[in-house]
């Protein structure tokens, strides 16, 4: 398997026990107002960063080099500011509105990255 699907699916198992982690809270203490928090902890963080780790086990020449790597980086940037800063704007902190937004950017730059991958042309296996 491709190192960065390992770092996809490893970070992503560590989106899935935060997102756990907020649902546990929001259901022990009856309040249910960091959900959206919860839920972009598991679909940005566990759900789709699991199906990228898979898409490039399954197309490994797409996971060589330089630019897989850099769409890693950006995207897992992007979720790691957004999802903190969304549970504290959703807990009542509206100073937060910047970095969820910030967050929302450079996730999003991270999903162009990888459909530009997905799109482009396949590389060729180098001959030995």
Do not use: D
């Not at 790691?80 to 969304?86: D, G, R, S």
């Not at 910030?102 to 001959?127: C, D, H, P």
């Amino acid at each position: 398997m491709p190192k960065i699907s390992k770092l996809f699916f490893k970070t992503a198992i560590l989106f899935l026990l935060v997102g756990i982690a907020i649902g546990l809270k929001m259901s022990i203490s009856g309040v249910h107002n960091v959900t959206g928090a919860h839920a972009h902890a598991n679909l940005l963080g566990w759900v789709t960063m699991a199906i990228m780790g898979a898409y490039y086990a399954l197309a490994p020449a797409k996971a060589e080099g330089r630019l897989a790597m850099v769409q890693y980086g950006v995207y897992t940037l992007g979720v790691l500011i957004m999802i903190p800063a969304l549970y504290m704007l959703l807990l009542g902190n509206p100073q937060y509105e910047p970095l969820v937004a910030g967050g929302s950017l450079i996730t999003f730059a991270g999903v162009i990255l990888f459909a530009f991958i997905i799109f482009s042309g396949e590389r060729q296996a180098a001959k030995a």
